[in-house]
């Protein structure tokens, strides 16, 4: 099966992070990033979409992506 998960967060060094901890459990980049005004909080915040093949699994909704 192959999963999808949209990272989100504010421009910062702790989104950088997040995308690397999620390369480093064998994700990978899916598209280009993105990045746009949060107007309500008047920052930057930025997206990066990651997929992943999981062999041997069958999808659910309930299942915790970011724990696969």
Do not use: I, N
């Not at 746009?36 to 062999?55: H, I, N």
């Amino acid at each position: 099966m192959k999963l999808y998960r949209m990272l989100t967060g504010p421009d910062d060094a702790g989104f950088c992070h997040k995308v690397s901890l999620a390369l480093s459990k064998g994700w990978e980049l899916h598209g280009s990033p993105t990045y746009a005004f949060d107007a309500e909080t008047k920052t930057m915040r930025c997206g990066q979409a990651v997929t992943k093949q999981v062999p041997g699994k069958d999808y659910h909704p309930d299942m915790k992506l970011g724990e696969q």
